[in-house]
């Protein structure tokens, strides 16, 4: 298989590195390295020669690659971003997906899609992840906020555990909020008195 | 009325300020427009998501339309600057062992610092810009030509970590916009020596950029859009308002910056290092005064000049500085046009008055810190 294509990283959550690179290892492509510094890029580019560096849209360090690839000199390996006017779906997808690729001058086509493709997919799933991840933190932050506030209602108006949970939830349809936001204005207001 | 809804992006700085006010004070939805503004990570990503129709509006550094449109750099796209949001707004600034390096040096002056890092052996310097094509970058080169001693290496840092990139010497100096060269005096790891606008005074520094094709297809769009931005930024260049503008900057999901960051730059007054009195620099930023907004044709063409543009190329860009919008959505409501749509760059040294349509345009001073002019021969 035509796949010793040299691929470079830019990821400094070694986590998700090293997700990256598991899926490209698993696509077959063998020469994969990261960067978790985008001080070192040049020198980086210098050793291991890449032919694609792939980084992530969110990246703020997408910038420094971008100088980098405009003014590296003949004698360096010239990469540029990949944007493909010819395949806009692929361009999309990757941009939905978060992920952005500089390849080196002259690769051919057929050799970069797959590795673009293969980064979308393993984007996706991590982005889907985060999200997951995101929405589990949040419910637990929630659960406690509103114990929180129950409590807090539980001692000062002598209530029981239900009947808090009761009040704050009628407050919260008077007002079209959601129980969460009262719960939270309440602890926020305990929190400034006490 | 149920407001039209625009996606807009920027990047945090202060000169984003008139998306955000127009936002948050209304201008927008006076015109019947929601701004969801949408803050982005690097220049490269907004770029892309506007290329890509992600985003319907940005804001963005003044050299990028033109190059986008000239097809130079990484995402060739037909992208247009329908005003200018800011001018000048940028400063040049050394890290604290550099300054103490040089001593003492005046404030302000782009004259005499080359000498000054000449006798005191600075012949090298790693300097941060935030991006490839960014007026910084275009005013740094020109700054260069008069430091024929001095050697340059740039590199592109995004702005919130400029600070950090001078405080772990990365970098030895930074031409950055606000707030993030006072962020480096805040935290006494630099000093500022001048400012953008003492080497150009008049530099367009951030246009209100879309796709050429979304601009022809949503002509009432980009009317609403105009006229919100232009209301906005005559509301931020009001003096009394400077306050108030410094709090909702700063109180505003968008910025997440301390107050005393952001007054610099609305106020002009900076402090160029820490624990020094603050220096009032005349036209540090402007966003409306002096018919700040209009998109000069030869503003356009000095840009591509810079960036080694061909002839042909130079009479392109200007196309991608929309005075002909300007005239045509901002005239209707009595906004004072200039009689010309290109001006000899760099030709005022002091405030001038020149001919438009209500008769009191005074336009700011536009002179180059070496007196150079520049006239690119108008057929258009």
């Given at each position: 298989?035509?796949?010793?294509?040299?691929?470079?990283?830019?990821?400094?959550?070694?986590?998700?590195?090293?997700?990256?690179?598991?899926?490209?290892?698993?696509?077959?492509?063998?020469?994969?390295?990261?960067?978790?510094q985008i001080s070192g890029l040049e020198r980086a580019i210098r050793r291991h020669e890449p032919d694609i560096v792939?980084?992530?849209?969110?990246?703020?360090?997408?910038?420094?690659?971008?100088?980098?690839?405009?003014?590296?000199?003949?004698?360096?390996?010239?990469?540029?971003?990949?944007?493909?006017?010819?395949?806009?779906?692929?361009?999309?997808?990757?941009?939905?997906?978060?992920?952005?690729?500089?390849?080196?001058?002259?690769?051919?086509?057929?050799?970069?899609?797959?590795?673009?493709?293969?980064?979308?997919?393993?984007?996706?799933?991590?982005?889907?992840?985060?999200?997951?991840?995101?929405?589990?933190?949040?419910?637990?932050?929630?659960?406690?906020?509103?114990?929180?506030?129950?409590?807090?209602?539980?001692?000062?108006?002598?209530?029981?555990?239900?009947?808090?949970?009761?009040?704050?939830?009628?407050?919260?349809?008077?007002?079209?909020?959601?129980?969460?936001?009262?719960?939270?204005?309440?602890?926020?207001a305990a929190d400034l008195l006490s | 009325m149920t407001d039209s809804i625009l996606n807009c992006g920027y990047v945090?700085?202060?000169?984003?300020?008139?998306?955000?006010?127009?936002?948050?004070?209304?201008?927008?939805?006076?015109?019947?427009?929601?701004?969801?503004?949408?803050?982005?990570?690097?220049?490269?990503?907004?770029?892309?998501?506007?290329?890509?129709?992600?985003?319907?509006?940005?804001?963005?550094?003044?050299?990028?339309?033109?190059?986008?449109?000239?097809?130079?750099?990484?995402?060739?796209?037909?992208?247009?600057?329908?005003?200018?949001?800011?001018?000048?707004?940028?400063?040049?600034?050394?890290?604290?062992?550099?300054?103490?390096?040089?001593?003492?040096?005046?404030?302000?002056?782009?004259?005499?610092?080359?000498?000054?890092?000449?006798?005191?052996?600075?012949?090298?310097?790693?300097?941060?810009?935030?991006?490839?094509?960014?007026?910084?970058?275009?005013?740094?080169?020109?700054?260069?030509?008069?430091?024929?001693?001095?050697?340059?290496?740039?590199?592109?840092?995004?702005?919130?970590?400029?600070?950090?990139?001078?405080?772990?010497?990365?970098?030895?100096?930074?031409?950055?916009?606000?707030?993030?060269?006072?962020?480096?005096?805040?935290?006494?790891?630099?000093?500022?020596?001048?400012?953008?606008?003492?080497?150009?005074?008049?530099?367009?520094?951030?246009?209100?950029?879309?796709?050429?094709?979304?601009?022809?297809?949503?002509?009432?769009?980009?009317?609403?859009?105009?006229?919100?931005?232009?209301?906005?930024?005559?509301?931020?260049?009001?003096?009394?308002?400077?306050?108030?503008?410094?709090?909702?900057?700063?109180?505003?999901?968008?910025?997440?910056?301390?107050?005393?960051?952001?007054?610099?730059?609305?106020?002009?007054?900076?402090?160029?290092?820490?624990?020094?009195?603050?220096?009032?620099?005349?036209?540090?930023?402007?966003?409306?005064?002096?018919?700040?907004?209009?998109?000069?044709?030869?503003?356009?063409?000095?840009?591509?000049?810079?960036?080694?543009?061909?002839?042909?190329?130079?009479?392109?860009?200007?196309?991608?500085?929309?005075?002909?919008?300007?005239?045509?959505?901002?005239?209707?409501?009595?906004?004072?046009?200039?009689?010309?749509?290109?001006?000899?760059?760099?030709?005022?040294?002091?405030?001038?008055?020149?001919?438009?349509?209500?008769?009191?345009?005074?336009?700011?001073?536009?002179?180059?810190?070496?007196?150079?002019?520049?006239?690119?021969?108008?057929?258009?």
């Amino acid at each position: 298989m035509q796949q010793d294509l040299s691929i470079l990283v830019v990821e400094a959550d070694p986590d998700k590195a090293r997700q990256i690179i598991d899926a490209l290892k698993d696509g077959g492509w063998t020469q994969v390295q990261a960067l978790a510094q985008i001080s070192g890029l040049e020198r980086a580019i210098r050793r291991h020669e890449p032919d694609i560096v792939l980084i992530d849209m969110a990246n703020p360090d997408r910038d420094t690659l971008e100088h980098i690839s405009l003014v590296s000199d003949a004698k360096s390996r010239t990469v540029a971003m990949f944007v493909d006017q010819t395949d806009e779906d692929l361009t999309q997808a990757a941009v939905n997906a978060g992920v952005s690729a500089y390849v080196v001058d002259g690769l051919q086509m057929t050799r970069i899609k797959p590795v673009i493709e293969t980064a979308i997919m393993r984007f996706q799933m991590m982005r889907k992840m985060q999200s997951e991840l995101d929405a589990a933190k949040r419910a637990l932050e929630d659960r406690k906020t509103l114990d929180r506030a129950k409590g807090i209602l539980m001692r000062q108006r002598n209530l029981s555990e239900d009947a808090a949970y009761q009040l704050m939830r009628k407050t919260a349809m008077d007002q079209g909020r959601r129980v969460i936001d009262v719960a939270q204005a309440l602890v926020t207001a305990a929190d400034l008195l006490s | 009325m149920t407001d039209s809804i625009l996606n807009c992006g920027y990047v945090a700085l202060v000169d984003s300020a008139p998306l955000i006010i127009a936002q948050e004070l209304g201008f927008a939805a006076e015109e019947g427009l929601a701004l969801n503004l949408i803050q982005q990570p690097s220049w490269s990503a907004l770029r892309d998501m506007l290329a890509l129709g992600h985003l319907d509006a940005a804001q963005m550094l003044s050299p990028m339309p033109v190059a986008m449109s000239l097809g130079m750099g990484s995402f060739p796209a037909e992208i247009d600057a329908l005003m200018v949001m800011a001018v000048n707004g940028t400063v040049f600034g050394v890290s604290k062992k550099i300054a103490d390096t040089l001593g003492p040096v005046t404030f302000g002056d782009p004259h005499s610092l080359p000498l000054a890092f000449a006798n005191a052996g600075v012949d090298h310097l790693r300097i941060g810009v935030p991006f490839h094509f960014a007026m910084h970058r275009l005013l740094l080169a020109y700054w260069q030509q008069s430091a024929l001693d001095l050697s340059v290496d740039v590199i592109a840092i995004p702005p919130p970590r400029m600070a950090d990139a001078v405080a772990d010497g990365r970098v030895d100096a930074f031409w950055v916009g606000e707030p993030w060269g006072s962020a480096a005096v805040h935290r006494d790891v630099g000093q500022l020596m001048f400012t953008g606008s003492q080497v150009w005074g008049f530099a367009p520094e951030k246009v209100l950029a879309a796709r050429r094709n979304w601009i022809d297809e949503k002509p009432e769009m980009v009317r609403r859009l105009m006229r919100a931005i232009y209301h906005a930024a005559h509301w931020l260049d009001t003096r009394k308002n400077k306050p108030l503008a410094v709090e909702i900057l700063a109180r505003s999901e968008h910025l997440n910056l301390a107050p005393e960051l952001i007054d610099p730059a609305i106020t002009g007054h900076l402090i160029p290092a820490r624990g020094a009195a603050p220096v009032h620099v005349e036209k540090f930023q402007l966003f409306h005064r002096h018919a700040a907004h209009f998109p000069w044709r030869s503003q356009a063409a000095w840009i591509a000049a810079q960036l080694g543009g061909t002839e042909k190329e130079i009479a392109a860009a200007k196309q991608c500085f929309r005075s002909d919008l300007y005239r045509q959505n901002l005239g209707s409501i009595g906004v004072d046009l200039p009689g010309a749509s290109e001006k000899v760059e760099g030709a005022m040294s002091h405030e001038t008055a020149v001919a438009s349509s209500r008769g009191h345009m005074i336009l700011g001073a536009d002179a180059f810190f070496d007196g150079r002019t520049f006239e690119f021969t108008a057929s258009v």
